[in-house]
């Protein structure tokens, strides 16, 4: 008889199996911290791959989907506090009346995406299956899960696990295979690393690796930097670094308008700009009563126009909004935000509520803001059309995805204020750059106190104000590639071929067992 000496994962499943729940729960809780470090400002995503190795070790050794969906939830729990650890940030701008709802807000956020993973693990354990199709229903529902987080609930799709690729050459396959795509590549790198530890399967590991090094190595070509025409039109970014307990400040008001006037004015450094982008919110008034400013405004552009995000009232509804200013100081177009922060820009259910008599959580009531039409372009003379993304927006690929024509570039203005000054920012930066990716289009982004910056259709910074710093840059437009394979198709062809893995996993699971006929 010839006996098989039991590998490194063979063991450590195991010892995996003996362990008490909570203690499980824990080392879960640490691999899935250690996966949300491939994120901005850490983007330590090799560190990131091996984290994810660990938890498929753990997911082997759930013997039940009640053991692997714990498993999972404790996984994305780490995963989530230390990836949306920011979010305790704008609960600490007035910390005297906010700050005590910071940590419930980190627990319920994190513990709460966290069950999106734990049904993933739940749901791959059940349809059992040996090493290759448990590793398949694991990528698969995983992946499933992350694209379920961007749709469900309003979706919040941020520190999606594909986007530990963003700071390495893979990135750029996200042009291909979208966000979710580069998710499964993550997940199935993860397998990969964790059967190295398996010596009877280790050859086909080696094999994985080997295929995952040439994806990495093919986005060193791929991804190369798009330079601008030599005619490309310039675009003025302004940034007035206004901290978020100040912005609405009276006494503060006219010190960061008349610095973004200040800014708009200044002489160029080389070409003069054909646009100027204030940020969102950038000015106090509502468009109604905005009269002078944007006057100033346009005087100060000397004729070129600018874009700028400001309030607006429709009757009662209030709207987060952006005008493009023509050179009589008047908005020659308009487009309010649609896809609105729940809890922070507007009341879930709010309406419902006010039926019930709760008229302050009623957004058509004037209590929040009230969400516009949908994605629309904008005309920016001599330079084309583009596709406004106000703050939030451009979290979302399929809100990008949904413009109604394909535009000339994508243009942000966002308020990153509340993101505080390490992690979030950053992140929000990192999605921008998965954006231009994935449509292959330059992005011009303005931020109230950074990270603005213009991002060519490969994702690379060709010019940027830091976090933190108040002033301007001009910036040649990079010019907009043919549209990528995703910007083509979307995600219904991956989301189709993961559907499909799981159903015929599903079915040779039930057929393996199914009693045999007598």
Not at 168 to 177: D, G, K, Q, R, V
Not at 278 to 299: K, Q, R, V
Not at 380 to 397: Q, S
Not at 414 to 429: E, I, K, M, V, Y
Request: glycine letters at 10%; proline letters at 8%; charged letters at 15%.
């Amino acid at each position: 008889m010839v006996r098989v000496r039991a590998d490194h994962a063979t063991r450590l499943e195991t010892r995996a199996r003996r362990l008490f729940p909570v203690r499980l729960m824990g080392v879960a809780a640490v691999l899935g911290g250690l996966a949300a470090l491939g994120h901005a400002p850490f983007n330590l995503w090799p560190l990131a791959l091996i984290g994810l190795a660990g938890l498929f070790g753990l997911y082997r050794a759930a013997l039940t989907p009640a053991r692997a969906f714990w498993t999972g939830w404790a996984g994305g729990a780490g995963y989530f506090a230390v990836s949306l650890h920011w979010i305790v940030e704008p609960f600490l701008v007035d910390i005297a009346r906010h700050g005590w709802m910071a940590p419930f807000a980190l627990v319920f956020l994190a513990g709460g995406l966290a069950l999106f993973w734990g049904l993933a693990f739940a749901l791959a354990r059940r349809m059992g299956g040996r090493l290759i199709g448990g590793a398949l229903a694991w990528v698969a529902t995983l992946t499933l899960a992350e694209m379920a987080r961007a749709y469900l609930f309003t979706g919040f799709p941020w520190a999606l696990a594909g986007y530990l690729w963003a700071s390495s050459p893979a990135a750029i396959h996200a042009a291909f295979i979208g966000p979710y795509g580069l998710t499964a590549a993550a997940l199935a790198t993860g397998v990969a690393l964790w059967l190295l530890l398996s010596a009877q399967h280790r050859r086909a590991a080696l094999a994985g690796l080997a295929l995952v090094g040439l994806f990495i190595a093919a986005g060193w070509g791929l991804g190369r930097p798009v330079p601008p025409d030599a005619d490309a039109p310039v675009i003025r970014l302004v940034q007035p670094n206004a901290p978020q307990h100040q912005k609405w400040d009276p006494a503060h008001l006219r010190v960061f308008f008349d610095r973004q006037l200040g800014f708009t004015a200044a002489p160029a450094r080389a070409t003069p700009p054909d646009l100027t982008i204030w940020p969102e919110t950038a000015i106090p008034w509502f468009l109604d009563n905005a009269g002078e400013a944007l006057e100033m405004i346009s005087d100060m552009a000397g004729g070129r126009p600018v874009v700028l995000g400001l309030r607006r009232l429709d009757g009662a509804r209030l709207l987060n909004s952006l005008i493009v200013l023509g050179p009589d100081g008047s908005p020659h177009a308009l487009y309010d935000k649609h896809h609105l922060v729940p809890f922070g820009e507007y009341m879930p259910l709010g309406n419902l509520a006010a039926r019930a008599g709760l008229t302050g959580f009623a957004n058509d009531q004037g209590f929040g803001y009230s969400p516009g039409p949908g994605p629309r372009l904008v005309d920016l003379p001599g330079i084309g059309r583009a596709l406004p993304l106000i703050c939030y927006e451009a979290v979302f690929p399929h809100d990008v995805a949904a413009a109604p024509a394909r535009p000339r570039l994508l243009m942000q203005i966002t308020n990153d204020a509340w993101f505080g000054r390490f992690s979030g920012p950053f992140q929000h930066l990192q999605q921008a750059r998965m954006r231009a990716i994935e449509q292959g289009l330059p992005m011009a982004r303005a931020a109230n106190t950074g990270v603005s910056a213009m991002i060519g259709p490969r994702g690379h910074i060709s010019a940027q104000i830091a976090l933190g710093e108040a002033g301007f840059t001009d910036a040649a437009l990079p010019p907009a590639l043919p549209p990528t394979l995703y910007a083509r198709t979307g995600d219904a062809p991956l989301a189709l071929l993961l559907v499909l893995t799981l159903a015929l996993l599903a079915f040779r699971h039930r057929k393996a067992s199914r009693p045999p006929s007598e």
